[in-house]
């Protein structure tokens, strides 16, 4: 199950770890990514909060935390190579894991149908 945030990030839930990314309609806004700030691994965010930074050749873009939780892991190839983030945001240009800590959090996310028309 994917959802969506209005500040264009998704997140992908399987059991207490979600996977964390920005979408391929934000991927575009920004145009080339060049950097990447991940968010130190076990640190804890409250939903909505900064947890990283997107850069491009056009403009640099927070990254939210879609939900509460604890960094459990970064994506150090994205961190190596940014451009993942342009050429694969759904799947190897992932940013970040985290350890929900409150998964009733989930439910108000967007699924792909509302994300889509959100994002016209």
Do not use: C
């Amino acid at each position: 199950m994917i959802k969506y945030t209005e500040d264009h990030e998704w997140i992908s839930v399987d059991g207490d770890i979600a996977t964390v990314g920005i979408t391929v309609h934000a991927q575009d806004a920004l145009g080339d990514v060049v950097f990447v700030e991940l968010p130190e691994v076990g640190r804890s965010f409250t939903q909505k909060e900064t947890a990283g930074v997107v850069e491009s050749v056009k403009a640099a873009a927070d990254v939210y935390m879609p939900i509460s939780g604890e960094v459990t892991e970064v994506n150090e190839a994205l961190r190596d190579d940014p451009s993942l983030a342009n050429s694969d945001p759904l799947g190897s240009g992932w940013f970040f894991k985290v350890k929900l800590s409150d998964a009733s959090q989930i439910d108000p996310l967007m699924d792909e149908t509302a994300y889509s028309a959100f994002a016209q």
